[in-house]
Every structure is written in C-alpha cells, then in structure tokens.
C-alpha cells in the first residue's frame, strides 16, 4: 500500500477511535473500506498528484467524521424518575435504598428497577441506545420491556449482566464478591470475574450464583426442576480448571458446570476434609473419606487418586448416572482427561437412553477440544449431540463450539458453512462474534 494510503488509513482509524461508541463496527468497517476504494479508484500519474489526492480523500473523510457525530454523536436521551415521589434522575449520581421500604427507578419506556434495602446504584448512561447501570452493592430487581433497540448493562464488582428485555435480579455482595442472578422472564448474558470470555447464558427460571473469591460457579433451577437444571448448567461457561487452579491462570475454553447447584462450603477450620457423616455406626472406613468426599470437599485431584484406589473399572460399571456424572466432573476439574473422557463414555454405554447421555457427547466434545486440544475428534462430538438434540438446551453452544473446532482442526469450509448456520438461528448469541469473524476471513 503506498504511503499516503497508508497515511489515510491511520487517520480513519483515529476518527474511528474519535466517535466511540458511534456506527455498529460492522458500519464503521464498510465505511472505511468505502472511502478507500473510492481514494484507489483516483490513480495518480505522477508525484503531483499524490497531495491533491490525498488532500481530497481527507476532505471526505472530514466530510464522513462530521457527518457520524451529527448522527451517531447525539444519542436520544432515556428519562428515568427516581422514587415514590418520582423526582427526576440524573446521570452518574447515586440512589441509595435504606431500611424504609423498596425505592423505584421508572424509565420513559416503561422498564423499571426496584431497589432493595441497603441497595446502592448509579444510573451512569440512559439513552435510547444503551442503559449502564453501577450496582455497587444490594439487590437490584428489575424489568425490562424489550424495545428492540436498548442494551442494558448491570455492572456489579468485575462482572456485567446484559440484556434486551426480560424480568430478573441481580444481587451483588461486595464484601464477600459473590454474585446472584436470577432470571424470571428472558435470558440475560454474565460476563466478567472469572467467568469465560464468552459469559455465562442464564435463562428463565434459573439462577446463576458465581463466588470471585472461590472462583467457583453454580447454576440453580429457581423452580427446583433438577433434571432441567442440570442441562441448562451445561449451557453455561466456566474456566476448565479446578477452581483451587485458576488463580494466575487463563483458560479460553468454556466448560460445563459441576452437577451441584450451590457452592459448597469450605472444610471446617482444623480438619483436611469435611466428610458428611450418616447416623449409622461410624466405621474405620470412614477415616479415609471416599473419592465421592473428597469431590464434594473440592479436592479433586485427591477425590481421582481415591477413584483409582478403590478401582475404575469397578466405579465405572456399577456407579449410577449421577455418580458417574459427578465422577466425570471431578476428573474434569483435575484436568484427568482419560478418567473423565471414560466416565462420560459410560455415562453413553450404559445410560443411554438418558437425558445425560447427549448431554455427555456434548461433554466430549468440551474434553477433546479444551483438554486435549483434539478439535478434529470434538467436531465429532459436537456433530453427535447435535444429530441426537438439534433443538436440546445445548444446541446453541454445541453449535458455536463446532465454529470453532472446525476452524482449528482446518476444516474452514465447514466452519464456514456452521457460522452462517448459527448467525441464521442465533444471531445475537453468545457466538455471533466468532461467527463473522469466521465469514470476514
């Protein structure tokens, strides 16, 4: 590229940076892309004309930046009222609950935030285009009416809750950094913390617990339906590591969540291990705590040494669904791919007309592309649960996960081809960045 065009580039590039949060990126790109085209397409035939042309192209450009501001620049304000009383609201101050009862946040289009006591928020952006909330601590319920057109963002310690439209709450403890979302209506996205990169889908009827300080996430079913909550866990996205492990580590894959809907407690103070003791006569045995202890306990690197004490093949033909499941879980967190990879291939063998067993293809595939970093033997996995559930709760992702097995493992075209799939049904999703990245190469 000659120099002037280089020059020109770099100067759209900072008016790009300049506008902030003006076009979409996929506009500002086409538009850029234009202007260039339109400068390229002017040959110059000699060194005089380099200036002129440059000098023109800039013109444009100026023409292009001031044109973005007056449209894009002045985002249609979203009024909101503050209280009983409803005094107008203003941007970056803060509303504070007390004890004296809920405080109500009213926006213009009909959403509206209900404050619990000893709540504390800032109302930091409120347009038409995007609502940005600081929730520095409390409970904060809220529901929003879709307009099609406003983002709302919850920020709560290092982790964002964004949504379209749909009735949740969002409760932050900043003392102990955990945070609660619960979903009533919609689906909201939590980002941040230790969460993956591509966040956390939490749908109607669940609630997501994350703890920052134990690195451990939790995925509930508010109307207490198990077997639902169970696959919807699946859908959601952790670090692969054991939380002891994920300290000074990154990990862009996304794992499944551990069967357990609540965050365990840590081992009381003085002991190695908190073992659940039964009513029945305590034994010697139960010095030694069992693999199923030492999981519940966290220690899963212990909890696959006292599996493979006690006999794999033995777990791995008798262990009922759940114990297998739990069993996969931990080998997972240990980063054991072999014990855990064999524990979901029972889960198939011997379970298989079992919710669980999609569900454990599914899981494979989350194996073989994480943990191994096989992305030819995880598009095989993430194929199988789509032929079994092409409309199961984990479509969505095994979908995006076949995007990026398929483009690992070299196999653009069909990486290609499952992109434009995914934006067909999904766009909007957890994986429409990866999809058009994928389309633009």
């Not at 506008?19 to 202007?35: C, F, M, V, Y």
């Not at 203003?90 to 009213?106: F, L, Q, T, Y």
């Not at 509206?112 to 600081?134: G, H, I, P, Q, W």
Request: net charge negative.
């Amino acid at each position: 590229m000659p120099d002037d065009m280089k020059n020109l580039e770099r100067m759209g590039e900072r008016v790009a940076q300049k506008l902030g949060d003006g076009p979409s990126e996929l506009r500002r790109e086409a538009q850029k892309r234009a202007l260039l085209s339109l400068v390229a397409a002017s040959k110059p035939e000699g060194e005089g004309r380099i200036l002129p042309n440059l000098m023109v192209a800039a013109a444009v450009l100026l023409v292009f930046a001031l044109g973005a501001m007056l449209l894009y620049g002045q985002e249609t304000p979203l009024k909101f009222w503050v209280g009983e009383q409803e005094t107008v609201g203003s941007e970056g101050s803060w509303v504070k609950a007390s004890n004296d009862g809920v405080v109500p946040i009213r926006f213009d289009n009909g959403s509206r935030f209900e404050l619990d006591t000893r709540t504390a928020v800032r109302v930091l952006a409120s347009n038409m285009e995007t609502v940005k909330v600081d929730l520095s601590k409390g409970l904060l319920h809220a529901d929003i009416k879709k307009n099609g057109e406003t983002n709302w963002i919850i920020s709560a310690g290092p982790y964002q809750v964004t949504v379209l439209g749909t009735a949740f709450s969002v409760d932050w403890d900043s003392d102990s950094s955990i945070l609660g979302v619960s979903v009533d209506r919609g689906k909201v996205l939590v980002r941040g913390g230790h969460l993956s990169e591509h966040g956390i889908s939490v749908q109607a009827g669940k609630r997501l617990v994350a703890d920052g300080d134990k690195g451990s996430v939790a995925m509930e079913s508010i109307s207490g339906d198990s077997d639902t909550a169970n696959d919807q866990e699946l859908a959601s996205a952790t670090d692969t590591g054991s939380p002891q492990d994920r300290q000074g580590t990154t990990d862009e894959g996304v794992a499944a969540l551990e069967v357990d809907r609540s965050i365990p407690t840590p081992a009381k103070e003085g002991s190695r291990i908190a073992v659940k003791k039964s009513s029945s006569t305590v034994t010697p045995a139960e010095d030694s705590p069992s693999w199923k202890d030492l999981s519940d306990a966290r220690e899963f690197a212990a909890a696959v040494a006292a599996a493979r004490r006690q006999g794999l093949d033995e777990l791995l033909t008798t262990l009922d669904v759940n114990d297998l499941w739990v069993l996969a879980n931990a080998a997972r967190y240990a980063r054991d791919a072999n014990v855990s990879e064999r524990a979901l291939l029972a889960v198939r063998e011997r379970f298989a007309s079992s919710k669980r067993a999609s569900t454990a293809a599914f899981m494979l595939g989350r194996l073989k592309l994480d943990l191994e970093g096989n992305p030819t033997a995880a598009t095989a996995w993430f194929e199988t649960y789509l032929t079994e559930k092409p409309s199961g709760p984990l479509a969505e992702e095994a979908l995006g996960r076949l995007i990026d097995a398929c483009d690992k493992a070299g196999r653009k075209t069909e990486s290609a081809r499952n992109a434009e799939i995914y934006l067909s049904r999904y766009d909007g999703g957890l994986f429409t960045k990866l999809a058009r990245s994928i389309l633009r190469k």
